[in-house]
């Protein structure tokens, strides 16, 4: 599908939502997206990037920590891990 400009503005990739096109890379095809992660911080990503899912994050270390914690089961608040609060059972 080489050629084809497919509009990725508004899609969802992971935990990044394409805001708007920037323009074409300069030194290989494709186009350039301006995107924003869950964590809220802007990354500029090529086309190939997002549809190949090789990228799905802004790669900070906050994004990859809570990933990570999802994963193990831990809640996260304010980049404290605790524990639920233990049931009553009188």
Known sequence: MKGVRVDL????????????????????R?????????????VTLRSDQLLSGRVRSCGDWACRRKRTEARAGNVTLNRKSFAPPERDTK
């Open 30 to 42: 494709g186009l350039l997206w301006e995107c924003r992660c869950g964590c809220g911080r802007l």
């Open 9 to 28: 503005e508004g899609r969802s990739f992971g935990k990044l939502v394409v805001e708007r096109l920037v323009g074409r890379h300069a030194q290989r």
